[in-house]
């Protein structure tokens, strides 16, 4: 994910050139919607509070009234698709193994405690250590919407994760979501009617687009637009260097990207805007003051907390998740 916020940095001259070439060309089909609640995602099932990605900490997200897991996704070497960020396992369980060469039954446990990527210094703990199948997932919370990840371009990964989605019916509440655009535009092609997420190379023309007052005459098939809160990133986990240029970069991004008009020009073709990852108030705060849809969290107790606070935040009709029946 932190690429992203670099990238969006220091291609913006590149995106300005693609933009004009996008702009020509011939009007792609419409791409699916959005249709449910999705002001509130905890990031990798709500890591701050239990150990990330386990079927523990989705349980205490959805307990907080979190609308939308966001989660990952790897294939294990048997072929089944597991909820995991990590190739090599060495962060996630003191084990350098790599996921790909293991078979599932023979993944270790995850490490207790855990530090929390977004709250370097901060951990969570659980009473689950054990690494979750999507369709765990898909089974223990048949209706609450899942950010899907996919974290390697992978044809049998995507293949088995639309084959998961269409089988436990939940095509209109299951996402695609990866910042290379190879890998969304594969993901698209398998199962076209599931909602996506915009690219990292996407979100660049549409920047671009918007500075050129193209945007409104532009189609945009994807249903999110997730971005970083520029302001957090000299006290997280993105790797730039502390000091003169992460100054520099946060100023850049903040300059260029935190734009209301950009955002209600999008979410006037039916994109939501999603900011990540938020762990404090002032950063809720300043990420509903530019008018976004949703807000990515490692806290699903502090963002519960905080809506509850300012019910302002809150939009009518979108409280809790969205329901396991």
């Known amino acids: 994910m932190a690429g ?7 291609g913006l001259g590149l995106g300005l ?3 004009v070439v996008w702009a020509h060309r011939p009007p792609a089909p419409p791409g699916a919607r959005a249709r449910f609640p999705c002001r509130f995602f905890a990031h990798r099932g709500g890591c701050g509070e239990r150990i990330e990605n386990t079927l523990e900490a989705f349980e205490q997200s959805v307990a907080r009234g979190a609308q939308v ?19 090599d396992l060495a962060r996630e369980t003191g084990v350098a193994r790599d996921l ?33 199948r999507l369709e765990d997932v898909f089974q223990r919370f048949p ?32 996402v695609w979501a990866a910042f290379d655009h ?5 993901c698209r092609q398998e199962e076209p009617a599931m909602p996506s ?24 098939p994807e249903a999110f637009l997730q971005v970083p809160l520029p302001s ?52 809720f705060a300043e990420a509903f003051g530019y008018g976004v849809d949703g807000v990515m969290t490692d806290y699903p107790t502090r963002l519960r907390r905080y809506l509850d606070q300012h019910p302002a935040h809150e939009r009518p009709g979108e409280v809790g998740a969205g329901g396991q029946g």
């Open 4 to 10: 992203l916020a670099l990238g969006l940095g220091l």
């Open 17 to 19: 050139g693609a933009a």
């Open 69 to 87: 897991l966001e989660l990952d996704v790897r294939r294990s070497r048997d072929g089944v698709v597991v909820v995991c960020h990590d190739r």
């Open 100 to 132: 790909r060469a293991t078979d599932y039954a023979d993944l270790p446990p995850y490490k207790d405690p855990l530090e929390v990527t977004f709250s370097p210094g901060s951990f969570a703990s659980g009473s689950d250590h054990h690494i979750a």
């Open 143 to 174: 209706g609450v919407p899942v950010n899907i990840e996919v974290k390697e371009d992978d044809d049998e990964l995507i293949s088995k994760v639309a084959e998961l989605v269409r089988r436990y019916d939940r095509l209109d509440i299951s």
């Open 182 to 186: 190879r890998v969304l535009r594969k």
């Open 197 to 220: 997420i915009v690219s990292m190379r996407r979100a660049l023309v549409l920047v671009a687009l918007f500075y050129l007052g193209l945007l409104p005459r532009t189609h945009v």
């Open 232 to 283: 957090i990133i000299n006290r997280t986990y993105f790797p730039v260097r502390k000091g003169c240029l992460g100054a520099l970069m946060a100023k850049m991004l903040q300059k260029v990207l935190m734009r209301k008009e950009l955002f209600k020009q999008l979410q006037d073709k039916g994109v939501k805007v999603i900011m990540w990852v938020l762990n404090e108030d002032k950063d």
